[in-house]
């Protein structure tokens, strides 16, 4: 691959001339793998120089932490050493000395484990030499990059080429598991499927590709920069090309095998893509344990990109001058991280539908620019530049309503927690509030109260009975009776129930206490927990405000301002592409909407500085004293325009022109980011 040969030129390989003195504890039997990683490998190498007449004398030692480089000089006995983290470091791969290609020749995409097949089966050096080849990519500061590293070690301590591959691929192996024990969320080197999904098969990372995006050159960007670092870091995946609108969110909604398949999915495209891939999660009938399992990633191919450079934020990682290579480790590091979801709900004429956001909501100003400059996608991110200058001089303003529900600030989250636990009686619990996505909505309740793990509530119908007998209990002595009776009539209502005393077909077992209380109903405990929890998996994100036809309580915290508007933008993300800064405060997991609201009258002068300040974050003025220009963290809000004609945007998307509102749903998928939490 050309990266790989560039490498090698860019860098200085530790690699020649083993001397054959390997550490006395250096396993080499491929079968004690699980002991082997417990201890450091540690080797001697030489390191030939053209400048001296003797070789460098340099340790190699391979431990939970990284490949530690230890060089011993002559000059007053000095010593360098060199740390090369586990997190740096996306794959490695061993064998004979790997052919250099000529230089700007290209690669087909082909499957890793395919390649390093090929790559053995070449014929070993004369000296039956075998090689470690390890891809690393250190993190430097100041400026903040990563430089591509590859280290070449050369084992030939023996004349044995079988021994001395043996030996690197112990290297190798070890590599991995300390990689994938340190990547505690996504296994991208894959998975072992179960039985169901038939034996031997790994998960892979699905990726999908839109060729279009971007100047049209996302199948060549993928090719170069994207396809290499994967073939690197040994990542399994399987490559879907988009062919027409809409075709990734039916194609993850319509795939049955999805979480049996795949440990991921990643975007090689814009904002637009990763717009189609969570709403086709959320029409899952699975979508909870979709949402859960499967982590996004995002590979910046497009000309908005707002999400990867606020990924890239998140984790205080580079994104330029390579935004590509960027993102791609980011995404095979094998982390993640929660990340709000916005319900977004629009009335459109006779229409009324439901769909899902996860970058910002937009109405005036900045939707036009988005919008209106789709006719100059050909030169790229720089059409919004012109647009904005265009859309600057024939400033436009809306009249309407906007009501939005302000983010309680953190005295007042305080104080309800200390109230809340002032009111909580003593000797419990306050049960915890569950997150959005396992609430279920008091519109259609569950028939069995359930806790996180989904088994029976403590505190639900069926409960455990104090465990000392003889204290007071508030229990109705009878409450046993049909359970305990010899009456005929009551055991033949419940003679297929485990509650049943003669019932043959009955378990009896303890669940934590020493008994439990009756079930009244005909339906057994399992067909019911079935039922519950069929039923619950089928329930969407319910919204917790009014809906969009029924007024807005000001009793509930609901503000409102009516008249003209420049813009109402809301965003949840840092970015809204890679050259925004809009909203510096935001998180991805901080549950807040950052509502920005320019109302007309403000001065072209004024907008001008706002616009040229996005790329730095400082267009919001402080203090919020500003007459034209405020933010306000609100939870949910509503848009109401007074027009029947304009342009709405949601994640960069017309949606239909009329009443909008959304709220936060917090922490509801998961990211793929270099520093999971």
């Known amino acids: 691959m050309t990266a790989t040969t560039e490498?090698?030129?860019?860098?200085?390989?530790?690699?020649?001339?083993?001397?054959?003195?390997?550490?006395?504890?250096?396993?080499?039997?491929?079968?004690?793998?699980?002991?082997?990683?417990?201890?450091?490998?540690?080797?001697?190498?030489?390191?030939?120089?053209?400048?001296?007449?003797?070789?460098?004398?340099?340790?190699?030692?391979?431990?939970?932490?990284?490949?530690?480089?230890?060089?011993?000089?002559?000059?007053?006995?000095?010593?360098?050493?060199?740390?090369?983290?586990?997190?740096?470091?996306?794959?490695?791969?061993?064998?004979p000395r790997l052919k250099k290609r000529p230089r700007g020749?290209?690669?087909?995409?082909?499957?890793?484990?395919?390649?390093?097949?090929?790559?053995?089966?070449?014929?070993?050096?004369?000296?039956?030499?075998?090689?470690l080849y390890i891809y690393a990519y250190l993190k430097k500061e100041k400026p903040l990059r990563r430089v591509q590293t590859l280290r070449i070690l050369r084992f030939r301590s023996s004349n044995d080429y079988a021994e001395n591959l043996q030996t690197a691929e112990l290297w190798h192996r070890t590599i991995r598991e300390h990689k994938q024990r340190n990547?505690?969320?996504?296994?991208?080197?894959?998975?072992?499927l179960g039985a169901g999904a038939g034996a031997g098969a790994v998960k892979h990372l699905l990726i999908l590709l839109n060729p279009k995006s971007g100047s049209g050159?996302?199948?060549?960007?993928?090719?170069?920069?994207?396809?290499?670092?994967?073939?690197?870091?040994?990542?399994?995946?399987?490559?879907?090309?988009?062919?027409?609108?809409?075709?990734?969110q039916e194609f993850v909604r319509t795939r049955k095998d999805l979480l049996e398949r795949y440990s991921g999915i990643v975007v090689a495209s814009g904002d637009g893509l990763f717009y189609e891939v969570l709403n086709g999660l959320m029409e899952r009938m699975d979508w909870r344990r979709a949402c859960r399992n499967l982590p996004l990633g995002i590979i910046p191919c497009g000309s908005g990109n707002g999400l990867a450079k606020s990924v890239a934020h998140h984790c205080n990682e580079p994104y330029e001058?390579?935004?590509i290579l960027h993102a791609t480790l980011t995404c095979i590091a094998g982390r993640s991280t929660p990340m709000d979801v916005v319900r977004?709900?629009?009335?459109?004429?006779?229409?009324?539908?439901?769909?899902?956001?996860?970058?910002?909501?937009?109405?005036?100003?900045?939707?036009?620019?988005?919008?209106?400059?789709e006719r100059l996608r050909s030169i790229g991110a720089q059409r919004f530049t012109l647009w904005a200058i265009k859309r600057l001089i024939s400033l436009r303003s809306y009249k309407g309503k906007v009501f939005y529900l302000p983010y309680p600030k953190e005295e007042e989250e305080q104080q309800e927690q200390q109230e809340t636990a002032a009111a909580a009686p003593q000797g419990k619990e306050t049960p915890r509030q569950l997150p959005v996505e396992e609430q279920a909505p008091p519109s259609r309740p569950i028939s069995l109260p359930l806790n996180v793990n989904g088994d029976v509530s403590e505190e639900g119908e069926f409960r455990d009975l104090a465990e000392d007998l003889n204290e007071e209990s508030e229990t109705d002595p009878d409450q046993f009776a049909d359970a305990l009776s010899m009456d005929r009539s009551i055991f033949r209502q419940h003679a297929d129930s485990w509650h049943s005393a003669m019932s043959?077909?009955?378990?009896?077992?303890?669940?934590?206490?020493?008994?439990?209380?009756?079930?009244?109903?005909?339906?057994?405990?399992?067909?019911?927990?079935?039922?519950?929890?069929?039923?619950?998996?089928?329930?969407?994100?319910?919204?917790?405000?009014?809906?969009?036809?029924?007024?807005?309580?000001?009793?509930?915290?609901?503000?409102?301002?009516?008249?003209?508007?420049?813009?109402?933008?809301?965003?949840?993300?840092?970015?809204?592409?890679?050259?925004?800064?809009?909203?510096?405060?935001?998180?991805?997991?901080?549950?807040?909407?950052?509502?920005?609201i320019i109302?007309?009258?403000?001065?072209?002068?004024?907008?001008?500085?706002?616009?040229?300040?996005?790329?730095?974050?400082?267009?919001?003025?402080?203090?919020?004293?500003?007459?034209?220009?405020?933010?306000?963290?609100?939870?949910?809000?509503?848009?109401?325009?007074?027009?029947?004609?304009?342009?709405?945007?949601?994640?960069?998307?017309?949606?239909?022109?009329?009443?909008?509102q959304a709220e936060v749903l917090p922490g509801l998928i998961n990211v793929m980011t270099t520093n999971g939490q």
């Not at 020749?105 to 090689?131: F, V």
């Not at 996302?218 to 670092?229: I, M, S, T």
């Not at 009335?347 to 919008?371: N, P, Q, T």
């Not at 405020?630 to 509503?638: D, G, L, S």
Request: with cysteine.
């Open 344 to 373: 977004v709900e629009l009335s459109s004429r006779d229409k009324h539908y439901v769909m899902y956001s996860f970058l910002s909501v937009g109405w005036g100003l900045i939707a036009d620019i988005d919008i209106e400059s």
């Open 599 to 660: 109302r007309s009258g403000v001065g072209r002068h004024q907008m001008l500085n706002f616009l040229l300040s996005m790329n730095t974050g400082t267009h919001l003025p402080p203090g919020g004293d500003d007459p034209f220009i405020r933010v306000v963290p609100v939870k949910a809000f509503r848009i109401e325009p007074s027009a029947s004609d304009g342009i709405l945007v949601v994640d960069g998307e017309r949606v239909d022109y009329g009443p909008i």
């Open 504 to 596: 043959r077909r009955t378990a009896y077992y303890s669940v934590g206490g020493q008994s439990i209380r009756s079930n009244r109903s005909r339906m057994s405990v399992s067909q019911r927990i079935e039922a519950a929890n069929a039923e619950f998996a089928e329930l969407v994100p319910s919204g917790t405000i009014p809906g969009l036809q029924l007024p807005l309580p000001a009793a509930d915290g609901w503000c409102c301002e009516e008249g003209e508007f420049v813009m109402v933008h809301a965003a949840y993300t840092t970015h809204l592409s890679s050259d925004c800064y809009f909203a510096p405060e935001s998180r991805l997991n901080d549950g807040i909407i950052y509502l920005v």
């Open 7 to 95: 490498a090698v030129a860019a860098t200085t390989p530790v690699q020649e001339h083993l001397d054959g003195k390997s550490m006395p504890s250096l396993p080499t039997t491929p079968t004690s793998a699980s002991s082997e990683t417990s201890q450091a490998l540690s080797e001697i190498f030489f390191v030939e120089s053209s400048r001296r007449k003797h070789s460098i004398k340099i340790q190699v030692k391979l431990c939970p932490e990284g490949v530690y480089l230890r060089r011993e000089t002559d000059q007053d006995d000095h010593i360098n050493e060199q740390l090369i983290r586990i997190d740096d470091i996306i794959g490695s791969r061993f064998g």
């Open 217 to 248: 050159k996302g199948r060549e960007l993928f090719q170069k920069q994207v396809a290499p670092l994967l073939t690197e870091a040994e990542v399994q995946y399987d490559l879907q090309i988009t062919t027409h609108p809409h075709y990734a």
């Open 183 to 192: 990547s505690t969320t996504i296994d991208i080197s894959g998975s072992v």
């Open 321 to 323: 001058p390579k935004p």
């Open 105 to 131: 020749g290209l690669n087909s995409c082909k499957n890793p484990s395919r390649d390093a097949s090929q790559g053995q089966e070449q014929q070993p050096d004369r000296d039956n030499s075998a090689y």
